[in-house]
């Protein structure tokens, strides 16, 4: 049973507009979430993080929006840029164990 | 720059053969971990270790072993491969056990197993 779940597999996007890509979670011992992105051939690359304390953190033209009462969290990208293409992973940690559990990714396509 | 480098970007055996998948971490990081990254499974954690010859399960350890010998290196090791472990697998450190600080893992570029 998935805890961290990513209901898009993929997403296309033109090229200047938001992209918005959604996580969500089931336990909630998590207080600890993070996106990493992944480019095709290369390993997983931190992007950006948000504690549970917050319900936003913004970091350039990423911003992550924690709704904990709904287990929700998404990255919002603005604008989107090509080298934005990417497989985008969301990652949890809380609780005793300090290990990440990991959605299963979504692949962001920006259209020129 | 951090760098984990992965011996082996692209690896085929056949099945019962002993697999073995390298990575070093030139960060001094003590903690160092082993992920798969299957299509619609998203990562998932084999292995790791907070520091050496140390090491504790994962999610999914079964038909795996790891070693530590040194603090730059764990081996990921496949004792008898079959194919349902063809896979990426990924390997990371990070310089906190506590993921919740700093949240940052370092990944190598991936190994592409395939098992015949």
């Known amino acids: 049973d998935q805890q961290v779940k990513q209901n898009s597999p993929s997403l296309s996007v033109q090229e200047g507009r938001i992209s918005i890509l959604n996580c969500d979670y089931t336990?909630?011992?998590?207080?600890?979430f993070l996106w990493y992105k992944k480019y095709p051939a290369e390993g997983p690359t931190f992007l950006i993080s948000?504690?549970?304390i917050k319900d936003k953190n913004e970091d350039g033209r990423f911003t992550v929006f924690l709704n904990k009462s709904a287990k929700h969290l998404s990255l919002h990208i603005v604008p989107s840029q090509p080298g934005d293409s990417a497989v985008y992973f969301c990652a949890a940690s809380g609780g005793s164990n300090y290990q990440l559990i990991w959605g299963a990714g979504t692949k962001l396509i920006i259209k020129p | 720059d951090v760098k984990v480098t992965q011996s082996s970007r692209y690896l085929v055996k056949r099945t019962g053969e002993k697999v073995f998948l390298e990575c070093v971490q030139d960060m001094d990081h003590e903690n160092m971990f082993w992920y798969r990254q299957d299509p619609g499974l998203g990562l998932r954690l084999i292995y790791f270790?907070?520091?050496?010859?140390?090491?504790e399960k994962g999610d999914i350890p079964e038909g795996y072993s790891v070693s530590r010998e040194k603090k730059e290196r764990f081996s990921l090791i496949l004792e008898s491969a079959s194919t349902n472990q063809t896979s990426m697998y990924l390997c990371?450190?990070?310089?906190?056990?506590?993921?919740?600080?700093?949240?940052?893992?370092?990944f190598g570029e991936g190994s592409r197993l395939t098992v015949l």
């Open positions: 948000i504690s549970s």
């Open positions: 336990n909630s011992m998590f207080d600890y």
């Open positions: 990371a450190s990070s310089s906190t056990r506590n993921l919740d600080t700093t949240g940052e893992l370092f």
């Open positions: 270790s907070y520091d050496v010859k140390m090491k």
